[in-house]
Structures are given as structure tokens and as C-alpha cells.
């Protein structure tokens, strides 16, 4: 996915609304920057002229990433000497817009290249499913809302659910557990031999706390009824339709948990923090505000359009490049949006913040 989801991006700079603030009500990015800079305080340093190694894991345009990461510099910076460098590696799969990427971090108003001179950017285009940064050279990790996105997706979830979470197949289910615990562990393990002694690394991802729910109902459901509609209108065929899904997965705090028992420890790793908790709805905080339902149906179909249509368009005959393409992505849009503006509700979006430490 090349672009970075608006539930998560923060208002445009341009958009009227934007304050330093609004930026930071992105969902769960206020306490994921919080726990970030507790992490900058606590992690052991190197020694001049050797770098602080900052990684960032599934970074796409690295809009949402700034903030964090200039949070952090300025911990560290308190820490050290003005002229010792700090080096972010932004990292994403190799067909992620890295010219997006690039451009933020030289344009954008809150970029920490502009606001720390011994700061600078670096990029990697690989999967974070393998090892992509030396051994013993991270200090600092990071990676927001980028590991629900499973390594391979073991089937499509047919039917009208297009996501596995609410399926209601058990066997298809236990196939995506199983995909799922084999990327955290791969997941882990890499970051683990990445990882100086004492390095940490913050993770925020798609959680699912104790009342078992994966949340995104109210959107999952105008979804499948906006697709419904395309496909009765003849825009995509019953099969494309069947094929369909979204193969993200979210995890519960024993799915977290699992890769380091029973000793607590893995790849010289351990759970420093792990907290899973219900993340502002900014939408819907909005529309309380303003009673604008046409706006909350927009925002939340702008969200999908730019997070999950790629996703869904995937399984079109001939896939993305499918010339039917952009027709269906606007339907959707608009059907979603009406939908969704025609009843308004706060949904459920539960995130679990992870940080594990590397032993010393
Ligand atoms: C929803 S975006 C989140 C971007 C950003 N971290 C944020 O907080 O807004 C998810 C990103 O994860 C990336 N991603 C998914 N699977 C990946 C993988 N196996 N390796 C590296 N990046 C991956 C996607 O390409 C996408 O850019």
C-alpha cells in the first residue's frame, strides 16, 4: 500500500483545519509518540562519531512519521551533542512511492531534517519480513499500522465479509492465525538481530482487547454493501466480487505475547510495555462537533479509498491495472459514503501498542 491511511494521516496542511495538534490527532499516534520518546530516554547511546540508528517499518509517505520522530531526536538531542548525528532509515516494501516519501521529509513543514542540522534521512525498499539493517545497528525502532498487512495471504475470504475477523469460517480462520503468528515471529526475530543491546522498538498495530473485538464494523459493512451494489450494476463480475477481500489481521495480547514464551525472552527480546485500547475516532468526534453526516460519510470513504481499494482491486481480472478500475474506485467512494452518512455511528478501532527491549 502506497499510501498512508487517512484514518491515521493527520489534516492536510492546506486543508483550513490544520494545526500542529490536528496533526496529532491521528489515531493513536498522541500515545505511540508518547511511548516513543519514553523509549528515546531509556535506550543506551553510542558513542561519537557512531550514529543513533532510528528505523522506521513500513513508513509509506512518512507524513505520520515526523512527529514521532522529531519527538524523539529532541530526547536524544538532550541526551548528546549538537553535532551528533542521528540517522532515520524509513523503510517499506520496494513498490512504496518513495518519492512521496522523499518529499515529505524535505517539504514538509514539521520534517526534523529542517528543525535538527545533525539529523538525516536514509530509505530501504524491502520487505521487513526478512532482515533489511545490520545486525546490532537499530537503537530506536518504529512502526505504526503496518504489520496488520500479512506476508502472503493464505485464501480470499469469500462471501460478503472481506475480512477474515468476521468471517465466521473457522478453518479460515485458523489458516490467517497461523500466517499471522509466523509474521509477528519473523517479524520480531528480525528486528531482534537489528537491534543494538538495549535498543527498543515501538510497535502500534491493529489490536483486539478483551471484548474480542477487531473493530471497523460500520466501514467493513458499507463496504460490502457498496460492492454489492457495483456488482449488481455489472461493473465487476461475481467472481471478482467473490475474490475480494482484505487481508489484514489483528492481534490480541497472546497473539503478542506468543513468540516469547514460556521465558519471557526471543532473539534476546522481551515485552517492555503492551497495551491494547479503543483509539479516538476523530471522525466521529468531528461530526459530533459539527452534525456534518455527508462530511463523517466522506472522511471515512476517503479513508477506505485510500487504504483498502488498492486491496480490494487487486483481485479484478488483469488487477490492478484493470481499465475498470477507477470507474469502480469512485462508485465505491460514493456508495460507501452515502451509505455510512445515512447513519452515522463511532466505530471501533482498537490498537495495541507494543515495545519490546533487546537485553543489554
Ligand atoms: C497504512 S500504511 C502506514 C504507514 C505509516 N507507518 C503510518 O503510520 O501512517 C502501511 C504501510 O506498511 C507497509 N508494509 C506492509 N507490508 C510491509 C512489509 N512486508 N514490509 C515493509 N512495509 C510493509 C505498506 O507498504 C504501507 O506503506
Redesign the pocket.
Known amino acids: 500500500?502506497?499510501?498512508?491511511?487517512i484514518v491515521?494521516?493527520p489534516e492536510p496542511v492546506d486543508s483550513g483545519t490544520y494545526t500542529a495538534a490536528s496533526r496529532l490527532q491521528?489515531a493513536g499516534?498522541t500515545r505511540a509518540t508518547e511511548i516513543f520518546a519514553e523509549a528515546a530516554a531509556a535506550v543506551p547511546l553510542p558513542t561519537p562519531p557512531q550514529p543513533i540508528v532510528l528505523a522506521?517499518?513500513?513508513?509509506?509517505?512518512?507524513?505520520?512519521?515526523l512527529l514521532p520522530m522529531g519527538a524523539a531526536i529532541s530526547v536524544l538531542r538532550n541526551r548528546t551533542r549538537p553535532e551528533h548525528s542521528v540517522l532515520v532509515a524509513h523503510?517499506?516494501?520496494p513498490?512504496?512511492d518513495f518519492t512521496a516519501l522523499f518529499r515529505t521529509l524535505e517539504e514538509d513543514p514539521d520534517t526534523y531534517l529542517h528543525k535538527d542540522r545533525a539529523a538525516f534521512a536514509s530509505a530501504v525498499g524491502?520487505?521487513?519480513?526478512s532482515q533489511?539493517l545490520p545486525s546490532n545497528s537499530v537503537n530506536l525502532g518504529?512502526?505504526?499500522?503496518?504489520?496488520?498487512?500479512?506476508?502472503h495471504v493464505p485464501a480470499p475470504v469469500h462471501g460478503p465479509h472481506l475480512q477474515v475477523a468476521t468471517c465466521g469460517d473457522d478453518e479460515l480462520q485458523a489458516a490467517y492465525a497461523k500466517q499471522a503468528a509466523r509474521?509477528w515471529h519473523e517479524?520480531v526475530a528480525f528486528r531482534g538481530r537489528e537491534l543494538c543491546p538495549g535498543g527498543r522498538l515501538v510497535v502500534?498495530t491493529m489490536g483486539i482487547g478483551d471484548d474480542g473485538e477487531a473493530g471497523f464494523r460500520p466501514l467493513l459493512t458499507a463496504i460490502a454493501d457498496a460492492l454489492a451494489e457495483v456488482t449488481a450494476a455489472g461493473v465487476i463480475s461475481a467472481d471478482e466480487a467473490a475474490r475480494m477481500c482484505i487481508p489484514t489481521v489483528a492481534r490480541t495480547a497472546a497473539d503478542v505475547t506468543a513468540p516469547f514464551a514460556p521465558s519471557g525472552v526471543f532473539e534476546r527480546l522481551s515485552i517492555a510495555h503492551l497495551e491494547i485500547v479503543d483509539a479516538q475516532d476523530r471522525f466521529w468526534d468531528r461530526y459530533q462537533a459539527d452534525k456534518d453526516a455527508a462530511d463523517f460519510g466522506a472522511r471515512w470513504a476517503g479513508f477506505a479509498r485510500a487504504?483498502l481499494f488498492a486491496a480490494l482491486s487487486a483481485a479484478l481480472d488483469g488487477g490492478l491495472a484493470n481499465p475498470r478500475c477507477a470507474d469502480l474506485h469512485e462508485r465505491l467512494e460514493k456508495g460507501i459514503a452515502e451509505r455510512l452518512a445515512a447513519a452515522p455511528e463511532r466505530t471501533q478501532i482498537p490498537l495495541a501498542y507494543v515495545v519490546l527491549e533487546k537485553r543489554r
Open positions: 500500500m502506497p499510501e498512508s491511511s491515521v494521516r491521528a499516534l522506521d517499518y513500513g513508513a509509506a509517505t512518512g507524513h505520520n512519521a523503510t517499506d516494501r513498490d512504496n524491502r520487505s521487513f519480513y533489511i518504529w512502526s505504526a499500522w503496518a504489520i496488520q498487512w500479512l506476508s509474521d517479524f502500534t487504504s
